[in-house]
């Protein structure tokens, strides 16, 4: 672990940036597949004429409604994600700490 408490990466900071713009592209299709997926569950779920070019008022609600589901959906998701993860750092946080006292305790 480094002075400022962060954990110290094995991978080289070539790796690492290559790692990070994966994820980031990894996100960027995944959001754009949710959103893409968003638009046709509401268009099924809502639209049921075509007689008009523009939604009418219970469409409009209904995309909406159906949007802010999705949404709500989305950011417990995540959130429960980000537990999960905070939780799986904390775990990889305590087993480095435990090998550090070890190490120290063998040099001693």
Known sequence: M??????????????????????????VL?????YLTLGQMAFRTCVH???????????????????????ASALRSTSRLAEAQALVLKREREDLEKKVTVGEKKLS
């Open 2 to 27: 480094s002075s400022d408490g962060t954990i110290e990466s094995n991978y080289s900071d070539k790796d690492q940036a290559y790692y990070e713009q994966v994820t980031l592209e990894q996100q």
């Open 30 to 34: 995944h959001n754009t597949r949710n």
């Open 49 to 71: 004429s075509f007689l008009h070019s523009e939604l009418t008022e219970r469409e409009k609600k209904c995309v909406s409604s159906v949007s802010l589901k999705y949404i």
